[in-house]
Structure formats: structure tokens, C-alpha cells
């Protein structure tokens, strides 16, 4: 475990995995196989979707529970449908703190969240730190599909969130897809830590999935790998925003 002066100015890489069809029998196998395989040494994150309305939850037990057994263990709120992930009404923050409490009850210790399409407004932050995780949802690219005053938080590097509440919120920004890796778009090399991140359906694709094998190759040939545990007991950034007014 290194430093946290060798983390903010080292050259570290950590891996995660939005994991949105985990009763898929297929995704779920790639996913589980590449887990346990770790390559470049990466301990994957599964950032997981919790089960939604007449979905088999001990099946998705089952397997939360394996995942979290190989490696880092977060919640993934997708709160409009299973494939759609970004809210259209409602109260978000409730949705994030009743999937939170729901993962405690039965059992799971998640540590880190990441907003369904990239969604994070303020009550969310203030909600995932009252449930102690480190929040991944910020990017340091800007996903094409978000219109322009869609709320989304861009950041190159890890983060203190300062909230509303005046607490501070640790975030990890998701810095790199695969895909971006596979093909050398790697922005300024002056990052001190890469996150890069795929989903568990592009598994299901061949060409995804050897592109996901190239990255993932190059990534822990470049860098020193981690795991988000590592960041999140090791990390302290030097940086501060202010999340209170962000909400668009
Ligand atoms: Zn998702």
C-alpha cells in the first residue's frame, strides 16, 4: 500500500465495472471470469445495479456477494429503468439512500457509488456521503449523449466535494472508458491517477471484449495498479470544490 504522497504523485491506475445486467447469465460469466483473472493486475470494481421491481433478488445476492468477495464493492443507481439510467422525476437522493440502506440490511458493505449516466446533483452527493461512500461519479470527459445543461460534474483528478452540509465528500473521478485506452486517447499524462471504466454488456461483444483485453494490458503496463480501496483508505487530495451550487 503506498503512501499517500507516492499515490498524489505517482502514475496509479484503478479499474471499475458498471455491472447493470447482473442476471444475465452471460455478462454475468464474463464479468465473474475477468474478476478473478485480474488482468494487469487490477482488482475490478463492481459498481452494481441493485435488482429493480420483479427482478430475482437472492440470484442477485448471490452474486453481489461473490463480487464483492473478488474485489471492491460499490452501488450503481440506474433510477429511471434497468436501461435507463438517468432520473426523470422524482427525488433522487431518496432512491440512492433506499438502495444504500437495502444493501446494509441484507448484508453487503458497499464503499463507492456511481450515478447512472453519470447523474449527480447535490442531495445525491449529500446522500452517498451519509452512507460513507467514496463517490466515482464525476468524468473527466464529457459523455457525448448529455445535453448541454444536463447536471454532470467534470474532473480531472481526485477531489475533496465540498457539500451544502459542509462535509467533504471524497471523489474519484472515472477518468478513461476501455475503449479510449484501446485506442491511446490517454489526455494529460500529468494525471496521478487513471480510472478507467467499462460496462459488463460490452462483454457480451467480441470486439469490446478484446478491446477491453488490450486496454486493460496497455493500462498495467503504464501504470502502477490499485484498487479503489487502496484510493479510498490512501487518498488525500490537496484539491476543494464547492459542490453546494452545482445542481443545475
Ligand atoms: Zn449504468
Redesign the pocket.
Known amino acids: 500500500m503506498p503512501h499517500t504522497e507516492d499515490i498524489l504523485h505517482g502514475r496509479y491506475a484503478v479499474v471499475s465495472c ?1 455491472v ?1 445486467r447482473p442476471l444475465d447469465d452471460e455478462a454475468w460469466a464474463r464479468f465473474s471470469d475477468l474478476q478473478r483473472r485480474r488482468p494487469g493486475r487490477f482488482a475490478i470494481a463492481a459498481l452494481m ?1 441493485p435488482p429493480a421491481e420483479g427482478e430475482d433478488e437472492l440470484l442477485w445476492l448471490e452474486r453481489a456477494r461473490e463480487a464483492q468477495a473478488r474485489g471492491p464493492f460499490g452501488l ?1 443507481t ?1 433510477w429511471t429503468a434497468p436501461d435507463h ?1 438517468r432520473p426523470t422525476g422524482g427525488d433522487p437522493a431518496a432512491l440512492v439512500r433506499e438502495q444504500g440502506r437495502w444493501l446494509t440490511s441484507v448484508g453487503l458493505e458497499p464503499r463507492f457509488f456511481c450515478g ?2 453519470w447523474y449527480l446533483d447535490a442531495n445525491v452527493a449529500e446522500a452517498v456521503a451519509d452512507l460513507g461512500y467514496t463517490d466515482c461519479t464525476a468524468t473527466a470527459f464529457r459523455p457525448g449523449y448529455l445535453a448541454a445543461d444536463a447536471p454532470h460534474l467534470e474532473l480531472d483528478e481526485p477531489t475533496w466535494l465540498e457539500l451544502p452540509s459542509g462535509r467533504h465528500l471524497l471523489e474519484v473521478p472515472t477518468t478513461h472508458s476501455i475503449g479510449m485506452l484501446a485506442r491511446g486517447l490517454w489526455g494529460p499524462f500529468r494525471r496521478a491517477v487513471v480510472h478507467a471504466y467499462f ?1 459488463d454488456t460490452d462483454l457480451l461483444d467480441g470486439r469490446r471484449r478484446a478491446a477491453l483485453r488490450v486496454g486493460l494490458a496497455f493500462l498495467g503496463l503504464k501504470r502502477t495498479s490499485l484498487d479503489l480501496g487502496d484510493l479510498q483508505r490512501g487518498l488525500r487530495p490537496e484539491k476543494t470544490m464547492s459542490f453546494a451550487n452545482s445542481r443545475a
Open positions: 458498471h447493470e445495479r450503481h440506474h439510467a447512472g449516466g460496462h
